[in-house]
């Protein structure tokens, strides 16, 4: 039943957020020969030599192209994010959730099955950004000059040295990558907690889920100052990053990583754990539709 959700989750998102990702690659192809990349590398300066309306008008082109490629950027974020909202505010705290709520599933599988379909979404409308960024390097150096840039082997015995000085970085990309799944999905439920929370109000529903949400963020700040400086000074804690600083830089640095991201991620999962949990409790015990 958790596939089903997700599924009917995904046709809902897709056909919202399928648009604008064609858009912006559209926009890419288009600024990469009239608008960035025909500035940088100048095609049209030759052929539009001589031209003077013509030159005005490739300029305009140029102008107008790579407005709107940065207007479609932030229509892409501010998007995703209003349909990850609405998803989960109307589908499970409006009119809709009677229905869902009828479904046999329980609570946490309807939670999860929103926050698994949005971090989803989210993570593909960053690689259409990096997409349509790679399209305009592309478009900006030219295929050639890209291409014979990336399989220079001097670029990559450089990167094949730097790796061989750091044995362990498979699990460095591996701890990275848990990091930012669980950073991703903490600010999902950090949004869907605070609008449980918002909907226990009776008057203003979405004001209180604002001012939750900053009291929330405000309070995981002050923990996050006041652990800093319990940390500071415990003297074990001191001694053992004293004794980092006397190994070689890569082993140190390595080493000084491989804590950071286990932290974070330690951190991140307590944080998803009190979100998750929470918004269930809230959906499951307090819910109010009316």
């Known amino acids: 039943m958790f596939g089903k959700l997700c599924k009917y989750e995904f046709k809902s998102i897709v056909r919202t957020l399928a648009p604008i990702y064609l858009a912006i690659i559209a926009i890419s192809i288009l600024n990469a020969f009239l608008g ?101 390097v592309l478009g900006t150096a030219g295929p050639a000059k890209f291409f014979a840039a990336i399989t220079d082997p001097q670029i990559w015995a450089v990167i094949n040295r730097g790796f061989a000085q750091v044995p362990s970085w498979p699990l460095l990309v591996f701890e990275l990558i848990i990091l930012i799944v669980a950073s991703g999905l903490v600010k999902l439920y950090h949004m869907y907690f605070s609008m449980a929370l918002g909907h226990l109000s009776n008057k203003y529903r979405v004001m209180m889920s604002v001012v939750a949400f900053i009291a929330i ?55 998803l754990a009190i979100f998750f949990f929470g918004t269930e409790r809230i959906l499951s015990k307090r819910l109010n539709l009316e």
């Open 36 to 136: 960035v990349g025909s500035l940088a590398n100048g095609y049209y300066n030759d052929l539009m030599s001589g031209l003077s309306f013509g030159r005005g008008l490739v300029g305009l082109i140029q102008t107008v192209s790579v407005i709107a490629y940065f207007g479609v950027l932030v229509a892409l974020s501010v998007l995703t994010l209003i349909v990850v909202i609405q998803r989960f505010y109307k589908g499970l705290l409006c009119d809709e959730g009677y229905l869902m709520f009828t479904l046999p599933v329980k609570p946490w599988q309807l939670i999860a099955a929103k926050g698994t379909v949005a971090f989803v979404m989210s993570m593909a409308s960053f690689l259409t950004a990096l997409v349509s960024i790679f399209i305009l």
């Open 217 to 271: 963020s405000m309070l995981f700040s002050f923990i996050n100052g006041f652990a800093m400086i319990i940390l500071a000074n415990i003297p074990s804690l001191k001694s053992f990053f004293s004794m980092i600083d006397t190994m070689p830089d890569t082993q140190g640095i390595s080493l000084v990583m491989h804590l950071t991201f286990i932290g974070s991620i330690i951190y991140n999962v307590i944080q």
